[in-house]
């Protein structure tokens, strides 16, 4: 199957800093990715769709100068986190949409990265 | 998107067939059911999915009801490999955004 892929898969940063973490769809193009955000215990919520080419769509209640979402290739999304806080510590998970031979669309997910805020 | 309701919790034998089941009472004409898991501390992985029809592919059966307010998730032959938490969403289209809800916690004992 397809792979998408994340980096860094972990990250420890002090507080008031930017992160930027990276997806990637390996093996195929994504017009569309998404960003989902995990908390210890709980399941994941969607924050933002992002789309090659135009700004990202964000979930309500999501800071969008908090969380910088760039598009700027059919390969690649990135996620920035901007002055993190120790809120901000979570498992967070992109996914990007295949569409198939078969016309059908398929999304697949990355391995997830793990911010950690001092 | 039509809400799902899943046990928080099950366990299950290795080696015996495991049964998830999923009501999506609301469920539209146009909606799909998808079925994903997450192995903890990795990203979900798609399993399966169906509009109407009973669907098997090389992971798991999925098996919806003729009024399509339920569905269950059958892992033939469950190993160790399978615990984890498996997601029921429903969903109008086939590429948009997934929500997630709390999921099944799915665990596999020797």
């Known amino acids: 199957g397809a792979v998408v892929s994340q980096h860094p898969s972990w990250v420890i940063c002090k507080s008031g800093t930017s992160v930027k973490i990276e997806c990637r769809s390996l093996d195929f193009q994504a017009t569309t990715m998404f960003w989902y955000r995990q908390f210890p215990k709980q399941s994941l919520m969607l924050m933002a769709t992002?789309?090659?080419?135009?700004?990202?769509?964000?979930e309500q209640g999501v800071e969008k100068d908090k969380f910088l979402i760039n598009h700027a290739s059919l390969t690649l999304s990135t996620l920035t986190v901007t002055s993190a806080h120790p809120e901000d510590s979570s498992f967070y998970i992109c996914s990007a949409v295949l569409l198939t031979l078969a016309r059908t669309y398929e999304q697949y997910f990355g391995p997830g990265t793990r911010l950690t805020v001092t | 998107d039509a809400k799902t309701t899943q046990p928080t919790s099950m366990d299950c034998a290795e080696g015996r067939a495991a049964n998830l089941p999923c009501n999506h009472s609301t469920i539209s004409g146009n909606e799909y059911v998808y079925w994903y898991r997450q192995i903890h501390s990795q990203g979900p992985q798609y399993i399966i999915h169906?509009?109407?029809n009973n669907e098997t592919n090389e992971m798991a059966s999925l098996i919806i009801t003729e009024d399509r307010k339920s569905s269950t998730l059958i892992l033939p032959h469950a190993t160790l490999r399978d615990t984890a938490v498996y997601y029921c969403?429903?969903?109008?289209?086939?590429?948009?955004?997934?929500?997630f809800g709390a999921g099944t916690q799915v665990v596999v004992t020797p």
């Open positions: 992002s789309n090659e080419g135009s700004k990202a769509t964000y």
């Open positions: 969403i429903v969903r109008a289209d086939s590429w948009g955004k997934l929500q």
């Open positions: 169906g509009l109407k």
